[in-house]
């Protein structure tokens, strides 16, 4: 078990969110959308220009920068 | 029984507005929620002897204050207390959609949970057993599928019987959610501290504002300090003490707590046996295989272009044929007016004023509907959704976001939007920065107004390539609002990004009736526009084209010559005719010169010869700010007085092909111009109100047509030099 942040994973890798360190409006959306402490992801893809990164999560598909996602820590196997 | 009011609220992609067609019909109006652009849509409902008003309220993910949208609706359903609100929440997204109906449940209102696409659910292998949800949840559950219309009955039977009283609102004693020790505990205390001050009690449940106080909603906390200062200073001091204690020994914030509980919550709840999941949750589906190829690294953005470039192709060869067809109408119309009247002001209105005006711009309905049916299916598909996620990292370039790219599109960035509804497209932008980017400079697309122009210059001058020459203007506009827009950031408008995340939603196949209430919605509000405003101007334009007239001196000089050549020549010759005809045309041109309108154009010719403009495109330029598509009723006008036949049937076009003072370069530093200068007065009063200043709206005016003028000139000049 290791812990990195989102921004990290690549294509296809699983993980589960431990943490979203990070508060006001950014926090509040990323939660708002389902971003929170045991979900389950996975990175679906990414933008043609590698940014935004597209990820499934609960079997629908959420899209952040990669700046956004750097908030987000992820725990992974391996 | 009297009309009941019934909010429909749910997450953006839920099938909202699906459902609230299918309730309504073609009994909708759009209007605006007072003090902000956020649309309002307002429908009838009657059935069974049930009639309702139905409030489609903006599509949310949640009643926190981060949007105007989640305002809005927090408030409609705070302050104006609907008899029901129904909440649809989409089957195959549950998890995610029941977040929005825990914050609904915690106001306390009635609710109806529409549970839509039940039929997508049980394709993805989910059995949701629907009677626990609703045992679980203290509220009517209603599977439907709002595009089918199946269950829409039911669901407004049970809406129905709870305005009746026949179901009882969602009991919040069995139904409270523990948000930890910590919180729970400051929550109690907080409870009683307001409900004991009777706090805002009409309004909102005291726990409820307890929670949003502990979450650091910012409007809310507004809202409480202006009702009892003391107070609020009390509450917000336990709520710093909660947030500063679980900050030091869990390294979290209150908000981020509250949102976890609430997700637990709700798996809480969907673990009991609610959904069961027959096949892995994250496998892939048909749309998830689409997106492969259609946001592939390689392939997406070449699919884009040509998606986009085909809708050009389509809307021109289709509308071809019904354009021609309104035009025909309207010469058809000219006509009839000219062999009936006599010679008089009069006749000259109605031909000049009221036909050609208006027939200019109703003749291009055709096309800008087509054009909005396909911007349409490109919307309700969910394809524009990816256009704005493989757009954001361009679009960040320039200090902008990639839902920026909405309100390019909406306002002509797919050419034929408008540039109102698009300026109001960007209330989706939270930061106020990129916000304002976006609305100085979305009146550079190309809107529907401008199309008739660039179409009529285009058709006459650059016949043999169309379409192509569509295309690059259409890229040029883009061109030149983004590095406006990047200009605008680093200099009246800097400051820091706002959050993207946003959600890519399944492809679905766009309804019929959607697709036509949408394109009718906004081919209406360009139809209105040109039975309103622009006959109104168009009227006041022919009588400063055609007032104070020329002096009694000089229409006797006319009368005089005209005695000469007819003593010259035999009477009935050729060539007496052609010289008659040729001192009619003088006469006209000088009553038009002469007109106050040709006085101003002239006046202007002072200026605008940089740019290759006689005074007739000024009189028409000037027409424009009024409304775009006013330039080519005004052409029209302007070069119609100077023909003796109305019923001509050369087109304003050709008579521009053949007139001395046009050339191809002075239709591209027209068109440059054109699409570039001030916006129209309504784009102009909408981004004033928008910008929430005049001071912004009078910047747009004039740093677009300084901007305008110098590319005009720039290019007019350039050209002459190589000789065209």
Known sequence: ?78 | MSKATLALTGNPNAGKTTLFNALTGARQHVGNYPGVTVERKEGDYKKDGFEAVIIDLPGTYSLTAYSEEEVVARNFIADEKPAVVINIIDAANLERNLYLTCQLLELKIPLVVALNMVDVAKDRGMDIDVEKLALFLGVPVLPIVARSGQGVDDLMRSARDMVAGRIAPPDMVKLKISYGEDIDQTLLLMTDMIREKNLLNKKYPSRWIAVKIVENDEILIKEVVAADPDLAERLLREAEKVADHLLKTFDTYPEALIADHRYGFIKGILKRGIITHHYDENRLYTSDHIDKVLTHRFAGPLIMLAILFSIYQITFSLSALPVSGVEAVFNWLAGMVDSILTDGPLKSMLISGVINGVGGVLGFVPLIMLMFFCIAILEDSGYLARVAFMMDRIFRIFGLHGSSVMAFIVSGGIAGGCAVPGVMATRTLRSPKERMATLLTVPFMNCGAKLPILALLIGAFFAQHQALYMFAFTLLSWIVALLAAKVLRMTVLRGAPTPFVMELPPYRFPTFKGLMIHTWERSWQYIKKAGTVILLISIVLWAMMTYPGLSPEKRDAFVKERARVEVLHESGSEALEKLLLEIDNQEKALTLRNSIAGKIGVAMEKVTWLSGFEWRTNIALLGGFAAKEVVVSTLGTAYSMGETDPESSTSLGDRLARDAAWSPLVALSALLFMMFYAPCFVTVVCIAQEAGSWNWALFSVFYSTIFAFILSTGVYQIGRIFGF
């Open chain 1, 1 to 78: 078990m290791k812990t990195i942040s989102l921004r990290h994973m690549a294509k296809n890798q699983r993980g589960t969110i431990t943490a979203v360190k990070v508060a006001g409006d950014l926090g509040r959306r990323i939660r708002d959308m389902g971003l929170v402490n045991g979900t389950e992801i996975m990175i679906q893809g990414r933008a043609p220009l590698n940014d935004p990164v597209a990820l499934r999560i609960r079997g629908n598909t959420l899209t952040l920068r990669n700046n956004e996602a750097d908030y987000i820590e992820v725990e992974i196997d391996e």
